[in-house]
């Protein structure tokens, strides 16, 4: 069973864009019969650099959606962001799944599919390049592609990191 509905929240200041990438439903055989269960992964972000995923569990799939959408909420995850792309190419890795991500001029949109699309969307991402290899598994290819993003630093950082400035560290660059 797959959903892909997405929902704007308020929560405080900041507007949360919500994302049902998968549900499933688990079937449980006793002696009375047979029992259903259903998670839900959930991608939530307020398309401005942070973005967090969860696995909700339950026995109705609104609670399992209400409860993944809570936990993802809670563990957000700061991306590193240049202007509408990435900063650099990255590769992001989660069982047999394997997500490349590429930065990509503006107007460029967002060439991706799936439930990267969807985490690209939730984060504030409107340019990239990405291509998914490996697993096609809903859950491995979006916990990829998270692991790809929280890859990402900015300059600042690096430049600290290295004990340079910002110059220096573009000097070497050719962007």
Known sequence: MTATRSREEKQGEQAFVDHVIHVRRVTKVTKGGKRFAFSALVVSGDQNGRVGIALGKSREVSSAITKATNKARKNLVTVS?????????????????KVIIRPAYKGTGLKAGGSVR??????????????SMGSANRVNVTKAT????????????????RGKTQEQIMKGSHV
């Open 146 to 161: 998270l692991n790809a993003l929280a890859q990402l630093r900015s300059l600042n950082h690096v430049a600290k990191l």
């Open 118 to 131: 969807s985490l690209m969307e939730a984060v504030g991402i409107k340019d990239v390049l990405s291509k």
């Open 81 to 97: 962001l240049r202007g509408t792309t990435v900063p650099y190419d990255v590769i992001g890795r989660h069982g047999a799944s």
